[in-house]
Structure formats: C-alpha cells, structure tokens
C-alpha cells in the first residue's frame, strides 16, 4: 500500500523560498555508504508481474534540503527554510520484491493510459503510480490518462536520458525529444563529486533539469512542465520507489518562461532497500518518472507580485521582532 502525508505549504512561504537571497546558506552533510550491486537492464516488460510489498519504506528516506535557481548561472543553493522543513518524500512504495527492469516502458511517453507500468493497473496501484487525478492528455473525451513520463535510467554509467518519440513521424518536422543524460546524479558528500548513484545506498541527490526550456518538450507536454517527480530505487531482490510535489512547496507546475531550478537533498535506504537476507543493498539501477499536469490556473503578474510583497514584508518583520 502508498504511505502517504497531506502536509500542505502556503504560497507565501514558498515566494520567500524562492525569491529571498537572505535565506541562502551551506548545507552540511557526513559520509554516505557504498555497497554491492549488480546492474539492471529494460525489456519489453511483464506487467503480470505478482509485486509483493513489504510497505517497510518510509518518507524520511528521501529528503528535499535545498533548491538553486539556474537562471542566471552562477545562483547560491537555497537551503528549505525552518517554516518548510523538512520536506520528505510525500509518498513511497516499498519494498517492494520484485525486479522494475521486468516492467514495460511507454512507447508514446507522453503519459498516455496503459502506455508503461507507471501508467496501467499494477499489484501497488489502481490507475497509476500514486493514484493520481486522471487527466484528458490525449484529448479523446476520456479522463483515464494518469501522465507519467518515463525520464531515464542509470545502470552504472551515469544517468542517461529517455527519450519522448516524434508524435507525427510522417510529417516534416522532427519532434522527437530526449532528456538530458545526467538529469539525476548522486555523491558521498555534499558537496563532492556527483556521478552514477549505483552501488550506493545512502548519500546526497541532485535533479538538475537544463537551464533553459525547451520549447519542443514544452510543446510535447501542451504548455506546462511537471508537478510530480518519482525515483524507483532498485537494489538487491527488489525496490522502492519515492514521491515528491510541487505542491509541498506551494508551487504549481512550471510554466513556459519561468526560472528553472535544481533540487538536491540527501537519502538513506539502508533500512528499506534490503536483499535476501535483511541486509542493506547497494543499488543496482535508478530510474526517474516525472508527471505531466493539466496547465494551472495562472496567477497574473500584478497579483504575483503582491503575493511577493507580502511575503517579503512578513519574513522582514518576523526577523525585526526576533532582535
């Protein structure tokens, strides 16, 4: 069964998340710890598969710690400040036993009903992965379609980009788009050298989309970038699979324009992610989904920039009294 938090996060706090340089700091971490692991690769997928879940994972596994604006280059890491923090995982799966790289990927990519697990009825899931609000994606009169995007994979090497296919081949226009290798990355240290995330089995994470937005992936996913990201960690006879929302941070989804943002935090599966005999796995294989939303209801620039204000006002006096 989904373990799951309904914690909800004002939009004021979140512009002072985002906008507040004063809030920027060094965020300090220990060791992190290897193990063995043997790689994974996809096929063409079972999705009869009988999962058992041995609901052992929990949100503290995984947590959020800071973000950075990518625009422009050069921007500090924002630590979450104390009114958000902390901010784990809003749902997981886990343990599952069972082998991930056994399940069928999607062939359009685009979020589609049955096209890839996270997509169709499983034994964790009635219609997608973390129940999600069924949305039209596809535009045939039927709300069925859960909006799962599958974003890649490391085995080892590093992560490497899936890819979205051209939607109309025949035409002349090439649409096909593949996300950037490297999009998920994982280190020792905070602040050490991130890389492949296999063989580990707690450390620091970082999802570092591209600075800029590009406008075929905006045209492919009708205007709105994602509002929900899911990690699939895999590791000795089985995986665990973890949850995070915009929503936690009183985001709505990123629209075409706006700043895009690196998140990192730091993970420790050593209790959940387990092989045959109870102990800690290192991990064999990562895989990242992401979900494409409905577009939201937009607030206008002056009205933004009001909400701005006034959480800029509230974090002044909140520290004037605090002197």
């Known amino acids: 069964m989904i373990n799951r938090t309904f914690t909800l996060k004002t939009l004021v706090l979140a512009c002072c998340l985002i906008s507040t340089s004063a809030l920027a700091g060094h965020i300090s971490g220990g060791e992190g710890h290897g193990g063995g692991g043997g790689g994974g690769g996809d096929s063409g997928g079972d999705d009869s598969a009988d999962f058992v879940d041995l609901k052992t994972c929990k949100l503290t596994d995984m947590e959020l710690t800071y973000l950075r604006a990518l625009e422009p280059a050069g921007q500090p890491?924002?630590?979450i400040p104390p009114e958000l923090a902390p901010v784990y995982a809003e749902a997981c799966y886990g343990f599952?036993?069972?082998n991930n790289s056994d399940m069928a990927l999607p062939i359009d990519n685009l979020g589609l009903d049955n096209d890839g697990w996270f997509n169709k009825p499983t034994g964790l899931w009635a219609d997608g992965a973390f129940d999600p609000e069924l949305l039209d994606l596809d535009e045939d009169g039927q709300i069925d379609d859960p909006g799962w995007v599958y974003m890649g994979k490391d085995e080892g090497d590093g992560f490497k980009g899936a890819t979205i296919p051209d939607p109309?081949?025949?035409?002349?226009?090439?649409?096909e788009y593949k996300f950037?290798?490297?999009?998920?990355?994982?280190?020792?240290t905070v602040d050490g050298t991130y890389g492949t995330c296999v063989n580990f089995i707690s450390g620091f994470w970082k999802f570092t989309p591209p600075s800029t937005?590009?406008?075929?992936?905006?045209?492919l996913l009708g205007g709105s970038f994602f509002d929900q990201v899911a990690?699939?960690?895999?590791g000795g006879n089985g995986f665990a699979i973890y949850n995070f929302t915009l929503s936690q941070l009183g985001l709505d989804p990123i629209l075409a324009g706006d700043i895009k943002y690196e998140f990192g935090g730091k993970f420790d599966l050593s209790k959940?992610?387990?092989?045959?005999?109870?102990?800690?796995?290192?991990?064999?294989?990562?895989?990242?989904?992401?979900?494409?939303?409905?577009?939201?209801t937009q607030v206008s620039e002056p009205g933004y920039l009001a909400l701005l204000g006034i959480a800029l006002l509230a974090l002044y006096r909140r520290r004037q009294l605090r002197r």
């Open 213 to 219: 937005q590009p406008e075929l992936l905006i045209d």
């Open 272 to 296: 959940t992610v387990v092989n045959t005999g109870d102990q800690s796995a290192g991990l064999s294989n990562i895989s990242l989904w992401a979900r494409d939303p409905f577009l939201p």
């Open 180 to 188: 950037v290798d490297d999009l998920f990355s994982c280190s020792s």
């Open 231 to 234: 990690v699939v960690f895999k």
């Open 96 to 98: 599952v036993v069972g």
């Open 77 to 79: 890491q924002q630590p």
């Open 168 to 175: 109309d081949p025949d035409d002349d226009v090439d649409q």
